[in-house]
Nanobody, 127 residues
Framework: QVQLVESGGGLVQAGGSLRLSCAAS????????MGWFRQAPGKEREFVAV????????NYADFVKGRFTISRDNAKNTVYLQMNSLKPEDTAVYYC????????????????????WGQGTQVTVSS
């Protein structure tokens, strides 16, 4: 069982930055690929970014490439999402999720790939 707790959301002006954190419980964090998804009101949950168990592979949605960076610290059981050049359309609840893929370079980009989810953190970007 893995519990995930996101933090770092808030209100920011367009062009600003936020860093989201996701702290995981348990001693097997390093066996999971970690992803970030987001969901805006009335829309489907969508993939944002994912990082493999050791950080060797990172994938991003096209709409965040060059603006967002995913990273992880396995010693701290934490995954991060640095978000720069934020736009009003980035407004959503952001969720982190864990996908059990020990020592695999492959990563998943759909919600059904993931085993555990956090409760989400709200990000609001004003214009």
């Amino acid at each position: 069982q893995v519990q995930l707790v996101e933090s770092g959301g808030g209100l920011v002006q367009a062009g600003g930055s936020l860093r989201l954190s996701c702290a995981a419980s348990g001693r097997t964090f390093s066996r999971y690929a970690m992803g970030w998804f987001r969901q805006a009101p009335g829309k489907e949950r969508e993939f944002v970014a994912v990082i493999s168990w050791n950080g060797g592979r990172r994938n991003y949605a096209d709409f965040v490439k060059g603006r967002f960076t995913i990273s992880r610290d396995n010693a701290k059981n934490t995954v991060y999402l640095q978000m720069n050049s934020l736009k009003p359309e980035d407004t959503a609840v952001y969720y982190c999720a864990a996908d059990y893929r020990p020592w695999e370079d492959s990563v998943g980009t759909t919600p059904s790939d993931y085993d555990y989810w956090g409760q989400g953190t709200q990000v609001t970007v004003s214009s």
